[in-house]
Nanobody, 124 residues
Framework: QVQLVESGGGLAQPGGSLRLSCAVS????????MGWFRQTLGGKEREYVA?????????YYSNRVGGRFTTSVDNANNTLTLEMNSLFPEDTGVYYC????????????????WGQGTQVTVSS
């Protein structure tokens, strides 16, 4: 069983930056796929915004965040991070990290492990 705990959310001004972390524990994540989702206030479903393999060799960004967000893995410290720059008010929401052995499953929003989420608010 993989446990995920997000941190780093908070309030940022439009154009500002935030850095989210996801602490991973429970088992080795060799071969795992990691993802970041967000649930916005008006969103019907959780939105897949970024993904990365635990090896760091393959990654994905949605069109809405590509060029502004960067996700990375720190294998030594079992941590996943999401650097968010040039934030817009539309980036406001609860951000979740996820993990599964299948990247297809992660992308579909059906990962076996989810964190509790961390709130990100972008407002002046």
């Amino acid at each position: 069983q993989v446990q995920l705990v997000e941190s780093g959310g908070g309030l940022a001004q439009p154009g500002g930056s935030l850095r989210l972390s996801c602490a991973v524990s429970g088992r080795s994540l060799s071969g795992y796929c990691m993802g970041w989702f967000r649930q916005t206030l008006g969103g019907k479903e959780r939105e897949y915004v970024a993904g990365i393999t635990w090896s760091g060799n393959d990654y994905y960004y949605s069109n809405r965040v590509g060029g502004r967000f960067t996700t990375s893995v720190d294998n030594a410290n079992n941590t996943l991070t999401l650097e968010m720059n040039s934030l817009f008010p539309e980036d406001t929401g609860v951000y979740y990290c996820t993990a599964d052995t299948s990247c297809t499953t992660v992308a579909a929003g059906r990962a076996g492990s989810w964190g509790q989420g961390t709130q990100v608010t972008v407002s002046s």
